[in-house]
């Protein structure tokens, strides 16, 4: 028999059973098949299926249409809930060239007041997989198009924290007609999840050709959303094309949402376009602000490789200062806080956790390897820095393996620059860190404008900073650091009234009050420190003017936070009336206390006072200050300061 025999009688045969299944319906009533596909649900899945209405069939090739009232289908015996479907009416359609190949696809599903359950429970079993064990990928259903009215879907999966409840309702409005609104309540990830929107009347569950209208607000923890425009398959996310709103308390809280680690920052809102098609997601044009900043850009990540890559081109035309503490790891308020704790009222009580001044909040290197990442800030204007007057900033972030590095890192400051690169390895417990930070052409005069010394002061700061430590937060890092910091002044301009009170000149400052100050020539200012286990030996620490020279020693203790250093005066010209005392910085970072030695002053003023008992001309001499009389070569006191502090350390 040839091949177009056997064909016809094979499509003979089955019109013959279609024409006698269609006269057997006709007389009895499609009823009869509810027996047979319950018991065959039941062997195939071993959970129960009941349609307990009336079951209707209305042919069509290839796509008959099933209608049942009254259903419901059992969950397996480990969910929460007895039932995963209840439905007074379910309408579907089948695929049936699809089913002669062992698929099950329904084109379209329609529920009327369902309540739904899906589960997922902690050993990986899925509720709506077919086969016993809940674990076969291939053993589900496939719909494609789903409508829904009036229900309850609900979501359950207790490895990732989730339970979530939605009520569905049909809507009538000017923006979605005959379309689906929802409301939904629970938690998603451990944080508090609320939603609401709407959408089509018809959800494309995995509709490749036709755009979904969905518009939403939810809220995860303390971050909300806002989203209006089209999702091209709704289980798929294949297109994307969305009007996005976000706020939140920290770009870090999105990491449950996301999967991706962001940066601490302050309290955010941002406005976008949000785009994504085949594996790249896009953030474009957006706009908004973090803490007292704004920023505006675009944010793109590509989820086609061994894990998201992220690049980043953000703006802000005026950033505040206090945005980047986060950054780092500082704390909100910590310097304040630290200061507080540092009022002599406040020395009894416990020093609160955050009462530090270097930034001592953690990163969580546990995240790196979430994301590869490539970002770029400029800023124009950087406000709130009176104290530190940085211009601007260039930054680019890079993150690969875990590994950040910042190159560049440059700010410009009081009128020069601030150039760093930064690196931290996160591959390696705790943090190894290396930063080399170059200074140059820093005016004086503007870096500390709130301080007297530099408010008349000319000259130029250069400087080179290297240091390597390792530490999970920024004050760990610099707790055991070791390398060099080094700033050097080469000539300029300085107050003379400045000079003579640090060189307690009681007879000059007297004449300048009332001359008037003046400007003296500074020969060069030098900052040579050794830094081992965190704490910063002062090898050279030189001041010279024409009328004075400064020679400091002593240390910083990076990990305690404590200065001890010691400024001797020497003058270059004789003063009659001086205390000649060496000037201490002591204290804390949060609280430094700069004073004199008590005990040298009142020694001299003791002195005094006896000789001017025994004769009243010799009252003076004790408080004479003759000086060296002549300038001292520069590169000679730096050895020479460098010999002091070797001594003054053994």
Not at 357 to 375: G, I, N, Q, Y
Request: proline letters at 5%; one cysteine or more; a positive charge.
């Amino acid at each position: 028999m040839t091949l177009p025999r056997v064909l016809k009688w094979v499509a003979g045969f089955f019109l013959v059973f279609i024409a006698v299944a269609v006269l057997f319906a006709m007389i009895f009533g499609w009823n009869w098949l509810r027996g047979p596909i319950e018991r065959m649900t039941a062997e195939k899945t071993g959970r129960v299926l009941a349609i307990n209405g009336e079951l209707k069939v209305k042919f069509g090739w290839p796509l008959p249409r099933i209608h049942a009232n009254a259903v419901t289908f059992a969950n397996p015996d480990w969910a929460t809930e007895k039932q995963m479907i209840a439905a007074d009416v379910v309408e579907i359609t089948i695929d049936l060239p699809q089913l002669f190949r062992q698929n099950i696809v329904f084109p379209e599903m329609r529920l009327e007041r369902p309540v739904v359950f899906f589960e997922q429970g902690i050993d990986g079993r899925k509720n709506w997989l077919l086969d016993r064990s809940q674990q076969d990928e291939g053993a589900r259903i496939q719909v494609d198009r789903l409508i829904l009215d009036h229900g309850i879907i609900g979501y359950d999966d207790a490895v990732q924290k989730t339970s979530i409840r939605s009520e569905f309702s049909t809507s009538n409005t000017e923006s979605v007609v005959a379309g689906v609104s929802f409301t939904a309540l629970g938690h998603y990830k451990g944080l508090p999840f609320k939603a609401q929107g709407s959408g089509g009347p018809v959800l494309g569950l995995r509709d490749e050709s036709t755009p979904y209208p969905l518009q939403a607000e939810f809220t995860v923890g303390h971050t909300g959303v806002k989203a209006a425009g089209t999702i091209t398959s709704l289980l798929k996310f294949s297109a994307v094309d969305m009007r996005v709103a976000l706020r939140g308390e920290s770009l870090a809280q999105l990491f449950p949402l996301f999967g991706i680690a962001l940066p601490e920052t302050r309290a955010y809102a941002t406005e976008g376009h949000l785009l994504h098609s085949a594996d790249t997601w896009r953030y474009e044009k957006f706009s908004g602000r973090v803490g007292g900043s704004d920023i505006a850009g675009t944010v793109q990540i590509d989820i086609g490789g061994k894990r998201p890559v992220m690049k980043a081109n953000l703006v802000s035309n005026v950033l505040d200062i206090a945005d980047l503490g986060p950054l780092i790891g500082a704390r909100p308020g910590s310097v304040q806080a630290a200061k507080r704790a540092a009022l002599p009222s406040s020395r009894t009580a416990p020093m609160p956790v955050q009462a530090h001044v270097l930034p001592d909040m953690p990163f969580k290197t546990d995240r790196w390897d979430s994301v590869d990442a490539e970002v770029t800030l400029k800023a124009k204007t950087i406000r709130h820095a009176r104290e530190l007057p940085l211009e601007d900033l260039v930054a680019h972030l890079s993150l690969r393996d875990s590994v950040l590095t910042l190159d560049p890192l440059n700010f410009g400051l009081a009128g020069g620059q601030l150039n760093a690169v930064i690196s931290l390895d996160g591959r390696k417990d705790p943090i190894q860190a290396h930063a080399r930070v170059q200074a140059r052409k820093i005016l004086l005069s503007k870096l500390f404008p709130t301080a007297e010394l530099a408010k008349t002061s000319i000259g130029q700061i250069n400087g080179d900073f290297d240091l390597t430590g390792k530490g999970n937060s920024v004050g760990r890092m610099l707790s055991n650091s070791h390398g060099k910091v080094a700033l050097v002044v080469a000539g300029g301009k300085i107050s003379k009234l400045m000079m003579e009170k640090v060189g307690l000149h009681l007879w000059e400052m007297l004449e300048l009050k009332i001359a008037g100050d003046r400007l003296v020539n500074l020969r060069c200012a030098v900052a040579d420190f050794g830094v081992k286990e965190g704490v910063m030996d002062a090898d050279a620490l030189i001041f010279d003017t024409e009328i004075t020279t400064i020679i400091g020693t002593g240390s910083i203790d990076l990990a305690q936070e404590k200065l001890s250093l010691t400024l001797n005066q020497k003058t270059k010209n004789t003063s009659p009336l001086a205390l000649r005392s060496p000037i201490t910085i002591r204290g804390s970072f949060a609280k430094p206390d700069i004073g004199v030695d008590k005990g040298r002053v009142v020694a001299r003023a003791f002195s005094a006072l006896a000789l001017g008992m025994a004769n009243p001309l010799l009252t003076l001499m004790p408080l004479i200050d003759a000086g060296p009389g002549q300038d001292s070569n520069c590169g000679q006191m730096v050895r020479d300061a460098r010999a002091i502090a070797h001594s003054a350390n053994k």
